[in-house]
């Protein structure tokens, strides 16, 4: 099983509406269970430049990994575990204060837009 976390934030019982109920988590994630195959360097590296290619809109961006020295590419890619994963299930959480009423909503978005909250 692998398992993707998305954003997460702790959720001040002091935003809701109501009043003396607990305060929670909201959160995002996606367990996706298969087989899974590691990649060895070469199919890692394929994967860099292929998603750099998709997400910089074409192979000739500035920041495409063919414009990089070598030397940096592998240096980096020792923090990469590269895989690929044949799906048989996969299962999605998002807790994100659905149980709430419209006011609380609003105000659960404000104070999570607001720059007042700690990092």
Do not use: C
Not at 31 to 51: P, S, T
Not at 83 to 110: C, G, M, Y
């Amino acid at each position: 099983m692998v398992i993707f976390s998305g954003e997460h934030a702790y959720i001040s019982a002091s935003w809701y509406a109501k009043q003396n109920i607990a305060s929670t988590w909201n959160y995002r994630a996606v367990h996706a269970k298969g087989v899974v195959r590691f990649l060895d360097d070469e199919g890692l590296y394929n994967i860099l430049v292929n998603l750099t290619n998709h997400f910089e809109g074409t192979a000739e961006s500035p920041a495409a990994v063919k414009y990089m020295s070598a030397e940096y590419v592998k240096e980096n890619m020792k923090a990469i575990v590269g895989f690929e994963i044949e799906l048989t299930a996969i299962q999605h959480v998002f807790k994100l204060s659905q149980n709430r009423d419209e006011v609380s909503k609003k105000q659960i978005i404000e104070q999570l837009g607001s720059d007042n909250l700690v990092e």
